[in-house]
């Protein structure tokens, strides 16, 4: 077998080139234009349930229902630098339900029983009702309901729970689906910096 | 009833004494259904007004995944192609092919649960080409022009064992039945005509814009092993059509196979029948379940790199010993 360099191969080569060169210039555009990574992230100031606005309606769980990853990305965090600490929290205790013998609504208001209550600070055992509280949201048992942002917010809460989106679970779509799904457009892309500082 | 707002208020005063105060004076007023709710504090108490020595726990961040493990996922990704294109280039080896499927199956597919993926990041470089105002980030860049460029000197090698769908379904094929020549170029315009489409909703205004690829990529709900039921229905009876009919979605929906198989067209390298040593007994175009070999010579277009015809040549040794004498095919 000899080498030879025909037409074909000189045609070959070209052709090669020529498409190496484009790919290498669309590539380059592309660099150049590029940006740091982006994330999704729920605006507060958006989502129905975190909005000022009538309390006791139903949650809006889209976030629950329409993403693609098994337990949603999106779940509720308190945020404790706000949180009250009552200690009838309307996010924690379902406070449309009878009263027990302490004196606190009888049912919790989670599905999922992920919300822990402990006392904190001072305790002042004669009187329960006066200490402070601490709830922390499991967030291997969230799965973003919303029905507790919808209550921590003014008339009721002070607004310290808000939806965010745990980015070790999302898988960073394209288009969100809860973004396709969402009537107020509350997710949004943002750099990644301002997304976790 | 201000049961709560008291309660409070005596936390941010003096506590003890108005608090018992408030619970003897409340405590015959108590309603005995619910409790009329009022907000007990305006203002959050922090550290210093609760006392006890209490801290404020920080809030959990789950921090998306870091920029270095995005670059080891192009590593690995070139990694992969690299070795594909040895294995069946050089070795000739359809046993360490399949262990890379599985491999690319477990890391593209099960591990980063099909997220990026080249054929995916069509729609973004479509839209970043064209949109001033999107960019994409430079792992995605790397996605998709790291395999047409692979393509470019060694064929359809990210087909072969290190695309997730297509490796899924190369180990699923376990009766290959031959597809009609002429039915199997016919149903091949098909992915043209998805990447018209997926072209065509992702080039829209921004508002309008949609990503058919992903909505519609029939495996990521298996990876992820949740998925509208309807998603997971399709992607089953691609398995299911897949045993028989080799990769279906690879051969006639993959658009990003399409622009492979241009890319391959000039490719330097690729799988080679030897003439000299053949016994034209073509076994092997009965193991190519693609229809990639035609008069015993392979057409690289199509070639997914299986190495099934190798495994099925009766001079396999030889040939692997014969590879200094390969001829190169157009």
Known sequence: MTEHFTRRDLFHKAARGTVLATLGGGAGFLVKKAHGQVVWQVDASRCLNSRLGEVGVPACNLCTTECVVSLSAVRAVNEHSRCGRCNICPAYFNITSAVDERGLPSEKLCPRDAITRRPIGKADPEDPANNFYEYLIDEEKCDGCGKCVIQCKEPLGLGSIVLRIRYNRCVDCNRCAISRACPKGALVQVPVERAVS | ?330
Request: proline share 7%; charged share 15%.
């Open chain 2, 1 to 330: 009833m201000m049961w709560g707002r008291l309660a409070a208020c005596c936390g941010l005063v003096g506590r003890p004494l108005t608090a018992i105060l408030a619970v003897l004076v409340l405590s015959t007023s108590l309603p005995a259904q619910t409790i009329p709710y009022q907000r007990p504090v305006d203002t959050a108490p922090q550290e210093k007004t609760i006392g006890g020595g209490y801290q404020t726990p920080p809030v959990q961040k789950p921090l998306p995944r870091s920029s270095w493990l995005q670059l080891l996922d192009v590593a690995v990704l070139a990694a992969a192609m690299g070795i594909s294109s040895w294995l069946v280039l050089k070795r000739r080896s359809r046993k360490a092919l399949v262990a890379l499927a599985i491999g690319s199956v477990a890391y593209f597919g099960f591990y980063r649960e099909g997220c990026i993926c080249p054929i995916g990041s069509i729609q973004n470089v479509a839209v970043a080409l064209t949109d001033p105002r999107y960019s994409i980030p430079m792992v995605v860049t790397a996605t998709f022009f790291l395999p047409l460029v692979m393509a470019i000197f060694f064929g359809r090698a990210f087909c072969g064992g290190v695309c997730a769908l297509g490796a899924m379904q190369e180990l699923v094929l376990l009766k290959p039945v031959q597809v009609p020549r002429r039915l199997d170029r016919a149903l091949g315009l098909l992915k043209y005509a998805y990447l018209g489409l997926v072209l065509f909703f992702a080039l829209k205004p921004a508002a309008a814009r949609d990503f058919v690829i992903c909505r519609f990529d029939p495996f990521v709900g298996f990876f992820r092993r949740t998925g509208a039921p309807h998603m997971l229905l399709i992607g089953g009876a691609f398995l299911l059509a897949g045993m028989f009919i080799g990769r279906p979605y690879c051969r006639y929906l993959c658009p990003y196979g399409g622009l492979l198989a241009w890319c391959t067209r000039l490719a330097r390298r690729g799988v080679t029948i030897t003439p000299d040593k053949e016994l034209d007994c073509g076994l092997c175009a009965d193991a190519c379940p693609y229809g990639a070999i035609e008069n015993m010579r392979a057409v690289r277009r199509n070639c997914l790199y299986c190495a099934r015809c190798y495994a099925a040549c009766p001079r396999d040794g030889e040939l692997a010993r014969a590879k200094a004498q390969l001829v190169q095919l157009p």
